[in-house]
């Protein structure tokens, strides 16, 4: 069993930057995926970055937003840059149990709790 939990979320002001940061504990594998979705009042969960050998991106955040992982620690980053007030949402964290990673939430084995993340006008 793998839990994961979010932190670093908050409120900022646009053009801000946060990093939020999630940290996997049970069996985990430096292998599998993780990636950020995030979900907005009143819309659909939506990818925002995952991680494997290599780096996704949604393209509302491409440029902006940058995700990372620091294996020793078993912990996922996502830096996020130039905010603007539609990256306002509760982010979560999702980890599964593939090396590859996919866009569809559906396809994700664990989550977090989620953290929210607002950015004013």
């Known amino acids: 069993q793998v839990q994961l939990v979010e932190s670093g979320g908050g409120l900022v002001q646009t053009g801000g930057s946060l990093r939020l940061s999630c940290a996997a504990s049970?069996?985990?594998?430096?292998?599998?995926?993780r990636a950020w979705f995030r979900q907005a009042p009143g819309k659909e969960r939506e990818f925002v970055a995952a991680?494997?050998?290599?780096?996704y991106y949604a393209d509302s955040v491409k440029g902006r937003f940058t995700i990372s992982r620091d294996n020793a620690k078993n912990t996922v980053y996502l830096q996020m840059n130039s905010l603007k007030p539609e990256d306002t949402a509760v982010y979560y964290c999702?980890?599964?149990?593939?090396?590859?990673?996919?866009?569809?939430?559906?396809?994700?084995?664990?989550w977090g709790q989620g953290t929210q993340v607002t950015v004013s006008s």
């Open positions: 049970g069996r985990t594998y430096s292998t599998y995926a």
């Open positions: 991680i494997t050998g290599s780096t």
């Open positions: 999702a980890g599964r149990e593939n090396v590859f990673a996919t866009l569809r939430w559906t396809d994700y084995d664990y």
